[in-house]
């Protein structure tokens, strides 16, 4: 057996395997004889089949179990001259003909390596942390959504007037009427049945309509016809005040003021700010590290990466042509980003010796359980009987650990934005999507 390993670039390989005619020939017999005994052919005793006999009737069998063996032992032996081929990022299917009388077997491998990363500079960044305000307006805006969320319906003798909610029966060509609440305070709802504005219960309104994919309801989503909808009730939203009462009702305690809940409620948006200027350290901190230390990303892993993504994420049958394109472009990004981030902070985690304890791995694990409110215990028995998904978790938190040493050595400075500022609106940092991804994994 001859075993050339064609190195590409830097994390390409291609394996190229021969073994021999005579190789070949000698394997296929051992193959037959070691299993002649357990071949029973019509017309000759068990065992005493000739060769040619057994080969005629199950040599295809016999070759695709050999072919998968010369495989492996090509694999065995490429490991043997590169050891980082045990561990690779992605391979390829092989590509062989099939065994063949009088000719050897040739096999080729494509497999891609992670990257050995030579870091150049991954501490005492320079970081700007920006300090989001919480205007009063989005206080007020804050308070009003809460008080939206716990109003009431009281349904009313009048005409139906804007922002009411309508109770109808609605059907389409041959469909039995079926209730269906329509919110007129929502703009999709609102788009689509403002023709209610001014009815009264007991109306009867038909339409052609057409619903988006994304429509709110499910039961509309994608459809389009003829509706026939019937009022059958008519509400008003009434909002609670900001009493007593109310503050007893969300579990309060007594004495607390209207003055105490806005407080909160501005507390709240403060600490989703400073959660937002946070994340956007953590953005900033990796666009350095990916500028400071170029990294070569094997190609097809990270179209493997992107393929995973998209069929687990997106469905792409219902996304428009127009914005199909664009949305890869996104997808394409986030992944590159997501790889050079865990190719980097594991190389620099390697690099300064950071390990998490047992018990760090414990805690952020029960953490995250309650994050998702799920069960700890059983989240906990769940990672650590699977050493795969304990590994990934554990990976996770090491990367966090790195961060927060990384950081520990940056200078971070605060600047004063405005709240209609870019900087103000950041997108998900690669540090998040990658805790979201693994998240949705460590679900699954």
Request: with cysteine.
């Amino acid at each position: 057996m001859n075993v050339i390993l064609n190195r590409l670039d830097a994390v390409s390989i291609v394996v190229k395997g021969e073994i021999s005619n005579e190789e070949v020939s000698r394997k296929l017999d051992e193959m037959v004889s070691k299993n002649a005994g357990k071949i029973s052919i019509p017309g000759f005793r068990p065992g005493k089949a000739p060769k040619s006999v057994i080969i005629a009737r199950y040599g295809d069998a016999f070759k695709n179990d050999l072919t998968m063996d010369f495989i492996r032992e090509v694999v065995e032996e490429a490991i043997k001259q590169e050891p980082a081929l045990e561990k690779p990022l992605f391979m390829d299917e092989p590509k062989f003909e099939p065994i063949s009388d009088g000719k050897p077997f040739n096999v080729e491998i494509y497999v891609e390596l992670k990257p050995k990363i030579e870091l150049q500079k991954y501490k005492d960044f320079e970081l700007k942390r920006p300090l989001i305000p919480v205007p009063d307006e989005e206080v007020d805006d804050m308070i009003e959504e809460f008080l939206l969320r716990n109003a009431t319906l009281e349904p009313q003798e009048r005409p139906v007037q804007e922002n009411d909610y309508v109770e109808v029966k609605v059907s389409a060509g041959n469909e039995e009427p079926a209730p269906m609440l329509i919110p007129l305070d929502d703009p999709e709802f609102l788009n689509h049945f403002g023709d209610l504005i001014g009815k009264s219960m007991g109306d009867m309104l038909e339409k052609d309509m057409a619903f988006p994919d994304s429509f709110p309801d499910r039961r509309l989503q994608g459809r389009k016809g003829h509706f026939v909808l019937e009022i059958t009730n008519v509400f008003k939203q009434i909002k609670p005040e900001l009493n007593a009462e109310f503050f007893k009702k969300i579990g309060k305690q007594d004495g607390y003021s209207a003055e105490d809940f806005r407080k909160e409620v501005a507390d709240y948006a403060r600490a989703q700010k400073a959660q937002t200027s946070n994340d956007m350290v953590f953005e900033r901190l990796i666009d350095a590290l990916i500028e400071a230390n170029p990294v070569q990303i094997p190609p097809k892993f990270q179209q493997q990466q992107v393929d995973e993504y998209i069929e687990e994420n997106l469905n792409v049958s219902k996304i428009p042509q127009d914005e199909l394109q664009n949305i890869m472009n996104e997808v394409n990004e986030k992944i590159r980003r997501r790889i050079l981030y865990q190719f980097i902070v594991d190389a620099i985690a390697d690099a300064e010796s950071i390990e998490p304890s047992e018990q760090d791995v414990l805690d952020s694990m029960r953490n995250w359980a309650y994050s998702m409110r799920l069960n700890p215990d059983e989240v906990q028995k769940t990672f650590t009987e699977d050493p795969q998904r304990y590994e990934d978790f554990k990976s996770t938190v090491r990367r966090e650990k790195t961060i927060e040493f990384l950081l520990s050595t940056c200078k971070i400075l605060d600047e004063m934005v405005s709240e209609k500022s870019d900087t103000a609106t950041p997108e998900n940092t690669a540090e998040s999507e990658v805790n979201n991804d693994e998240s949705e994994l460590q679900t699954s």
